[in-house]
């Protein structure tokens, strides 16, 4: 007995010897990953020495002699930074990632596979002009300098028993090509469920239900689209024929016609503090650990040798500044919501099936193998057919098939320099520059030092010819096409606007004949553009500190009239859960979507359900011609539904409720279950408590119990996707920046987590605590706190 007991106290102390000496050398190798912060660093290719300074939170200066050599120096610092998050970029668009992961993304990657982006990649690097090839080239090997610089590779890669592959020029094209996917993904389903309308409902009903527009919408320039009439009773008549009964596939957990958007807006110099122009901008996306951006200072002789310093936020894997200033002029992005890609309908060779029609006569479809890595199991391979018009993406139930023509598959356009931007001295020259560059549509909003303010399109605007793009359509007969794209000189622009302010908010900036080029590929309801217009139009000198005020703005005007149509409703119901919910919604309510609010919770989920209802009964017809229908990805629902509720036709009133009010009530019970399913309570439901923040590492659900230690807190956020500070669990501002240009001193720059991707860094999460509670951070990096040189091999 006795010698049992000794044998297994001495494997216990040996197991807890092994266990505390795993830990040591695993927090040695964590550590030895950090990056660089002070010493010397040579680097192969630099013309001259390359100085980096970093600020008490870490954020760069990056001054070096040419551009090239700031490339250089800022690859070597992202890569130190944020190598995992490039490589999952660089993945996710090219359909690598199973091979860094296992056969749980092979899914995901026979997805991206049909789009073959690292092909279209690799051709657009091959077509950059020698200036920006060489800048390319520069980054390129900056990145795999600093990544070999690191002690160990970084912690991801340690988890994952992972080897880190090289960067190359064409992997800052995927990172450009991941925004595409990020921004204009959805857009095929969009037009998939608009075209799956259209072939169901009567042609008054599918207008009236796919029009885009609400009483919030708030241009630039023009007025609101005029919605189509209410169908009448000759049209649909639920009283005489009700509606189907059919089971769509609706995300649950999806927003009935919420889209995660972005904010900016320019003041002229005539309505700012300073005198010149003013731009502001939060970009709201997936936030994540880390954030998706990263701060820097790039300063550098231009090619006739005049000093530039650039400063704003980058995106790890690009060699260039997203949105920032220049000094000159500050610009700054939101998504556009126009329409960049077309499904075309194929239309099959009868005599053929693998073949198919063109408009030069029957073409054999192109069929490429490709071959799936997955680690750990074995490698697969599929098979993805094009058409001259780019890849079948789906199949509808009826067995046709759809080729997705979309700006990112023309490797052309994805060659231009993307570091153009920067160079612009004016808004004039910004708006030409900005014009038909290869990145993903956006509201470009710029302001310069002279006080002058515009807006454009930033990108590649196609010239239909035959088609407005809005649904599905066969492009056989060479009737319908894309004829090109439009030159700088036909973009829709905005330039120095009488009322001296521009606004976006993923709305319709302008109308007419400019709203129709853009066409229509998913716009978000007008409230936020709203809520920000009638800010700023108070304002007469208007400063930074005010721009930031705007972008925390959570005032709840969307549902407020959501609020008394519900109020009125309820109104003498008996003791019971209807009457708790109506004492609350009238006792709670803040008039913000603040996280103390129990009213604005139920409101909303009250809404949800009953527009849920409403468009589901609509639009049943296509759920019944096509199972994978799910109306919610149309972005429709508050324009139709609110004129409805508002007229109440008998004949639109679904057949089961004997009133508008008696439906209204409905959705009022079933908010009532959806809420208090889990056995909580309607008062303990604040808004705060549904909206946590939920900001983690997309490893942490891998790591037991210290994973979690990886994430930024789960506080409650103020705000909501219907207000200008837009957040939501998972999604937000990305960034909030305000700047003038030349003065930007005064400007302010917040991001949600840190600088560093490391999570023993003291910059990984330094950040989030100014971003969550609205307070000011300076826009331009302080006093150095750290250097590094780098330098040219001697």
């Given at each position: 007995?006795?010698?049992?007991?000794?044998?297994?106290?001495?494997?216990?102390?040996?197991?807890?010897?092994?266990?505390?000496?795993?830990?040591?050398?695993?927090?040695?190798?964590?550590?030895?990953?950090?990056?660089?912060?002070?010493?010397?660093?040579?680097?192969?290719?630099?013309?001259?020495?390359?100085?980096?300074?970093?600020?008490?939170?870490?954020?760069?200066?990056?001054?070096?002699?040419?551009?090239?050599?700031?490339?250089?120096?800022?690859?070597?610092?992202?890569?130190?930074?944020?190598?995992?998050?490039?490589?999952?970029?660089?993945?996710?668009?090219?359909?690598?990632?199973?091979?860094?992961?296992?056969?749980?993304?092979?899914?995901?990657?026979?997805?991206?596979?049909?789009?073959?982006?690292?092909?279209?990649?690799?051709?657009?690097?091959?077509?950059?002009?020698?200036?920006?090839?060489?800048?390319?080239?520069?980054?390129?090997?900056?990145?795999?300098?600093?990544?070999?610089?690191?002690?160990?590779?970084?912690?991801?890669?340690?988890?994952?028993?992972?080897?880190?592959?090289?960067?190359?020029?064409?992997?800052?094209?995927?990172?450009?090509?991941?925004?595409?996917?990020?921004?204009?993904?959805?857009?095929?389903?969009?037009?998939?469920?608009?075209?799956?309308?259209?072939?169901?409902?009567?042609?008054?009903?599918?207008?009236?239900?796919?029009?885009?527009?609400?009483?919030?919408?708030?241009?630039?320039?023009?007025?609101?689209?005029?919605?189509?009439?209410?169908?009448?009773?000759?049209?649909?008549?639920?009283?005489?024929?009700?509606?189907?009964?059919?089971?769509?596939?609706?995300?649950?957990?999806?927003?009935?016609?919420?889209?995660?958007?972005?904010?900016?807006?320019?003041?002229?110099?005539?309505?700012?503090?300073?005198?010149?122009?003013?731009?502001?901008?939060?970009?709201?996306?997936?936030?994540?650990?880390?954030?998706?951006?990263?701060?820097?200072?790039?300063?550098?002789?231009?090619?006739?040798?005049?000093?530039?310093?650039?400063?704003?936020?980058?995106?790890?894997?690009?060699?260039?500044?997203?949105?920032?200033?220049?000094?000159?002029?500050?610009?700054?992005?939101?998504?556009?919501?126009?329409?960049?890609?077309?499904?075309?309908?194929?239309?099959?060779?009868?005599?053929?099936?693998?073949?198919?029609?063109?408009?030069?006569?029957?073409?054999?479809?192109?069929?490429?193998?490709?071959?799936?890595?997955?680690?750990?199991?074995?490698?697969?391979?599929?098979?993805?057919?094009?058409?001259?018009?780019?890849?079948?993406?789906?199949?509808?139930?009826?067995?046709?098939?759809?080729?997705?023509?979309?700006?990112?598959?023309?490797?052309?356009?994805?060659?231009?320099?993307?570091?153009?931007?920067?160079?612009?001295?004016?808004?004039?020259?910004?708006?030409?520059?900005?014009?038909?560059?290869?990145?993903?549509n956006q509201n470009v909003t710029m302001g310069d030092d002279t006080g002058?303010?515009?807006?454009?399109?930033?990108?590649?605007?196609?010239?239909?010819?035959?088609?407005?793009?809005?649904?599905?359509?066969?492009?056989?007969?060479?009737?319908?096409?894309?004829?090109?794209?439009?030159?700088?000189?036909?973009?829709?622009?905005?330039?120095?606007?009488?009322?001296?302010?521009?606004?976006?908010?993923?709305?319709?900036?302008?109308?007419?004949?400019?709203?129709?080029?853009?066409?229509?590929?998913?716009?978000?309801?007008?409230?936020?553009?709203?809520?920000?217009?009638?800010?700023?139009?108070?304002?007469?000198?208007?400063?930074?500190?005010?721009?930031?005020?705007?972008?925390?703005?959570?005032?709840?005007?969307?549902?407020?009239?959501?609020?008394?149509?519900?109020?009125?409703?309820?109104?003498?119901?008996?003791?019971?859960?209807?009457?708790?919910?109506?004492?609350?919604?009238?006792?709670?309510?803040t008039g913000r979507a603040s996280p103390d609010s129990v009213a604005y919770?139920?409101?909303?989920?009250?809404?949800?359900?009953?527009?849920?209802?409403?468009?589901?009964?609509?639009?049943?017809?296509?759920?019944?011609?096509?199972?994978?229908?799910?109306?919610?990805?149309?972005?429709?629902?508050?324009?139709?539904?609110?004129?409805?509720?508002?007229?109440?036709?008998?004949?639109?009133?679904?057949?089961?409720?004997?009133?508008?009010?008696?439906?209204?009530?409905?959705?009022?019970?079933?908010?009532?279950?959806?809420?208090?399913?889990?056995?909580?309570?309607?008062?303990?439901?604040?808004?705060?408590?549904?909206?946590?923040?939920?900001?983690?590492?997309?490893?942490?659900?891998?790591?037991?119990?210290?994973?979690?230690?990886?994430?930024?807190?789960?506080?409650?956020?103020?705000?909501?996707?219907?207000?200008?500070?837009?957040?939501?669990?998972?999604?937000?501002?990305?960034?909030?920046?305000?700047?003038?240009?030349?003065?930007?001193?005064?400007?302010?720059?917040?991001?949600?987590?840190?600088?560093?991707?490391?999570?023993?860094?003291?910059?990984?999460?330094?950040?989030?605590?100014?971003?969550?509670?609205?307070?000011?951070?300076?826009?331009?990096?302080?006093?150095?706190?750290?250097?590094?040189?780098?330098?040219?091999?001697?």
């Amino acid at each position: 007995m006795r010698r049992l007991l000794r044998f297994l106290i001495g494997t216990l102390l040996l197991l807890a010897v092994l266990i505390i000496g795993g830990g040591i050398y695993a927090r040695s190798q964590v550590r030895a990953s950090l990056p660089l912060v002070d010493g010397e660093a040579t680097i192969a290719g630099l013309g001259a020495p390359v100085r980096v300074d970093r600020d008490a939170l870490g954020v760069p200066t990056i001054t070096g002699d040419s551009r090239e050599d700031v490339a250089r120096a800022l690859g070597f610092v992202h890569a130190q930074e944020r190598f995992f998050q490039m490589d999952l970029q660089r993945r996710q668009p090219a359909g690598e990632l199973a091979a860094l992961v296992g056969p749980r993304a092979i899914a995901v990657d026979t997805e991206a596979r049909r789009h073959r982006l690292r092909d279209v990649a690799g051709r657009a690097v091959e077509l950059t002009a020698p200036a920006y090839r060489r800048v390319l080239d520069a980054y390129a090997a900056g990145v795999n300098a600093g990544l070999n610089a690191l002690g160990a590779v970084p912690p991801e890669y340690l988890l994952l028993r992972a080897t880190p592959e090289p960067w190359r020029p064409e992997d800052t094209v995927l990172t450009v090509l991941a925004m595409f996917n990020t921004l204009q993904g959805r857009q095929a389903a969009f037009e998939q469920t608009i075209g799956a309308m259209r072939d169901a409902l009567p042609e008054p009903l599918f207008r009236f239900l796919a029009a885009n527009g609400s009483a919030w919408d708030t241009p630039v320039a023009g007025g609101p689209q005029a919605r189509p009439a209410i169908p009448g009773a000759e049209i649909v008549d639920f009283r005489k024929t009700p509606p189907l009964v059919a089971v769509a596939a609706t995300n649950p957990d999806a927003d009935v016609d919420a889209i995660i958007g972005s904010n900016n807006w320019a003041v002229d110099g005539a309505h700012s503090a300073s005198g010149v122009a003013l731009v502001a901008n939060d970009m709201h996306l997936s936030i994540g650990v880390p954030i998706i951006w990263y701060r820097a200072s790039l300063a550098f002789p231009d090619t006739d040798n005049t000093p530039r310093k650039i400063t704003g936020v980058t995106l790890p894997g690009l060699p260039s500044l997203v949105v920032g200033s220049n000094g000159r002029v500050a610009w700054s992005f939101t998504n556009t919501g126009g329409d960049w890609s077309d499904l075309v309908r194929i239309e099959p060779d009868p005599r053929d099936p693998a073949k198919y029609l063109t408009p030069d006569g029957a073409r054999a479809f192109d069929v490429f193998q490709e071959t799936i890595a997955a680690k750990g199991a074995g490698a697969t391979t599929v098979p993805v057919r094009w058409t001259i018009w780019g890849p079948i993406v789906w199949t509808d139930a009826r067995g046709r098939d759809y080729a997705q023509h979309w700006i990112a598959h023309d490797a052309s356009l994805l060659a231009s320099d993307i570091t153009s931007p920067e160079r612009a001295q004016s808004v004039g020259q910004l708006l030409t520059s900005i014009a038909g560059l290869g990145i993903p549509n956006q509201n470009v909003t710029m302001g310069d030092d002279t006080g002058r303010i515009g807006w454009t399109v930033g990108g590649a605007i196609p010239r239909r010819v035959g088609l407005d793009g809005f649904t599905p359509e066969s492009w056989a007969d060479g009737s319908r096409r894309w004829d090109g794209y439009l030159s700088s000189a036909d973009f829709p622009r905005i330039v120095d606007p009488p009322g001296g302010r521009i606004w976006t908010a993923n709305a319709p900036v302008v109308d007419g004949a400019m709203l129709a080029t853009l066409g229509e590929g998913g716009y978000a309801d007008g409230i936020r553009a709203r809520l920000i217009r009638d800010r700023l139009m108070t304002l007469d000198r208007a400063t930074p500190a005010d721009m930031l005020a705007i972008q925390l703005e959570d005032k709840a005007l969307f549902l407020d009239r959501w609020r008394t149509l519900v109020l009125e409703a309820l109104d003498g119901s008996p003791a019971g859960p209807r009457a708790e919910f109506k004492h609350l919604v009238e006792t709670t309510w803040t008039g913000r979507a603040s996280p103390d609010s129990v009213a604005y919770r139920l409101v909303r989920q009250f809404r949800t359900s009953f527009v849920r209802d409403v468009m589901t009964t609509l639009t049943a017809p296509a759920a019944a011609i096509d199972p994978q229908f799910d109306y919610t990805r149309s972005l429709r629902g508050e324009g139709p539904v609110w004129e409805l509720v508002t007229a109440r036709p008998a004949h639109l009133l679904n057949p089961k409720f004997t009133s508008w009010d008696e439906w209204i009530l409905a959705a009022v019970d079933r908010a009532i279950g959806d809420l208090t399913a889990d056995g909580q309570q309607l008062a303990a439901l604040s808004w705060g408590e549904a909206n946590r923040g939920q900001i983690v590492h997309p490893l942490a659900a891998a790591i037991p119990i210290f994973g979690r230690y990886l994430n930024m807190p789960g506080d409650p956020l103020p705000g909501d996707v219907y207000t200008p500070r837009a957040s939501a669990p998972r999604t937000g501002p990305s960034e909030r920046m305000a700047v003038s240009p030349g003065r930007e001193h005064e400007g302010i720059l917040h991001i949600p987590t840190g600088q560093s991707g490391h999570p023993l860094s003291p910059h990984y999460g330094d950040q989030y605590r100014a971003w969550l509670n609205g307070e000011p951070s300076p826009f331009l990096p302080g006093p150095a706190v750290s250097t590094i040189m780098l330098t040219p091999p001697r």
